[in-house]
């Protein structure tokens, strides 16, 4: 068990990111009580970690109301991310490009989540997964790698014939340079389908995809940003914690 959600999914639209109903810095992270005690991440495990509590659904996608942003502090949509070059810079970053694609496409869907991928051993050739445990007792796993799978749709109807843009993206958990282009992590939905045991077009018709890359530009505006995060007064995102801070 690795006390981290397997996926989570949101649905995000110009209106939706439009709305200004919520505050993040009214939002606290908390354990999820619908889990039972003995199989939930908490908060203590993350203490002294050295690993920020990474949302998977970002605060920011969540404004149309307080409790919708409260949601999103919930430890069930978190999993352990590098702070530093990854999630206070690139992740953050991926995350405004997903949003920037409402600007084409009036309906975007996302899935995110982590994976466990193997790595080969220098010494013996061999494949293995290994990956940390934080926690005391040792409890959450920290993912070696996070995936979004992206839909960009002109019509959120499902029973449109309309092509959807698709795009599978694998990204190391670990420090990434502001100057790697997105679409250096773009991979086949199926490798996703295979690393995370999920199913993502299964009910898409192959006539229907087009490769999101072929139809914008994958990458990431680390200035621009910036510069709009101050603009929309956003807490900056947590440090690793030296002291405090889905299934």
Sequence with gaps: MT???NWVAEHITPASLAMNNADRKHSVFVEDASVPAMFRAKLADYVRSG??????VPAADAKWSQSAMDETFLLTNMCPQVGDG????????????????TNKYPSVRIVTGPLYLPKRDPTDGKWRVTYEVIGNPPN????THFYK?????QTPDSGSSAPVALGAFVLPNAPID?????????VPVEAVERASGLEFVSRLPTARRKRLCG?????ILAREFNKHMKKLDFAPREKALPSSSGR
């Design 3 to 5: 006390r981290n959600p």
């Design 51 to 56: 690993y920020d509590r990474g949302h998977q």
């Design 86 to 101: 990854f999630n206070r810079d690139y992740w953050a970053h991926f995350e405004d490009f997903c949003r920037r694609l």
């Design 140 to 143: 959450v796993a920290v993912p």
């Design 149 to 153: 799978v992206i839909y960009g749709e």
């Design 178 to 186: 502001n100057s790697k282009s997105l679409a250096d992590f773009e």
């Design 215 to 219: 139809e914008v530009k994958c990458d």
